[in-house]
């Protein structure tokens, strides 16, 4: 099936990157958020990131023109009716995306993939919100989707190989490098890889091994990692971080070591969310 339309679901960090990438592309792009306001927010988001582009050289002024061009910003969702192909990326909330997947698979024609940006839920359990779970998959985009070149594609355990292929031939077409993860396992393959690393970091930080930026600093010197555990934390946010822990230790056996430390509970509790303006851990 050819792809000429996409439909991006939420215009936050994650889904104005989405759609950017995607009229990068070259793809007229659909982006649907609950709120004028918030559609608005993503639509600055990439101009500004566009604008920036532009005063390093890396684009003209005519190419960001047409790159915003092929966005068109919504809080309609029977806009997305006519779609060639949708990446879900509205909040890590469970509910809420089984909720949209209920009406995307309503809207849109039968054949269309249906895609869900999420970091550690279950693909599987989403597409069972569908009638046609053979046809959803996940796709999961790092942050900022514009710069990082991963995209991890999940299966389901109804996903057909052909939707797989779709799936991870449009990340190419996107200029991302896929990787299939083949078990619809919590977290899949980074965020199983990541989260312990936070964990750990700030239980060394609680039991006064080494101060936050040391911590920091010996994790890229000694293992060249171009970021330490907590400024990732600090860009990321810190909320998500307790949120993808908490989810993973519920879906794992609720093992010790996915246990959320205190001190994360502390700063969540105290406002201190991160994403690189916010009150951090380098601000704790």
Do not use: C
């Amino acid at each position: 099936m050819e792809v000429k339309v996409i439909g991006v679901l939420g215009a936050g960090s994650m889904g104005n990157g989405i759609a950017q990438v995607a009229s990068q592309a070259g793809y007229q792009v659909v982006m649907r958020d609950i709120e004028e306001r918030f559609v608005q927010n993503g639509l600055k988001a990439i101009e500004k990131f566009l604008s920036k582009s532009v005063e390093k050289g890396k684009m003209t002024e005519d190419q960001k023109k047409g790159v915003l061009s092929r966005i068109r910003g919504t809080t309609k969702m029977e806009d997305l009716k006519d779609v060639d192909f949708v990446i879900e990326a509205v909040f890590e909330d469970l509910e809420l995306k089984k909720s949209v997947f209920r009406q995307l698979d309503e809207l849109t024609r039968p054949q269309v993939i249906l895609t869900t940006n999420t970091s550690s839920m279950s693909v599987t359990e989403i597409a069972m919100a569908t009638k046609r779970p053979e046809r959803v998959a996940g796709m999961h985009f790092f942050n900022p989707a514009p710069l990082m070149r991963l995209v991890e594609v999940i299966r389901g355990h109804h996903t057909n190989d052909e939707t797989v292929q779709f799936v991870m031939e449009m990340a190419r077409k996107m200029g991302k490098e896929p990787v299939e993860v083949k078990k619809d396992t919590p977290g899949f393959i980074v965020n199983r890889l990541m989260i312990p690393h936070f964990i750990e970091a700030i239980r060394m930080a609680e039991e006064g091994v080494a101060s936050i930026e040391d911590i920091d600093k010996a994790v890229k010197l000694g293992l060249n990692y171009p970021m330490g555990p907590f400024e990732l934390m600090d860009l990321t946010g810190i909320d998500i971080a307790l949120h993808v822990t908490e989810y993973l230790y519920r879906e794992l056996n609720k093992e010790s070591k996915w246990s959320a430390p205190t001190l994360l509970r502390s700063m969540i509790r105290a406002g201190r969310f991160g994403r690189k303006t916010g009150a951090g851990w380098y601000k704790y």
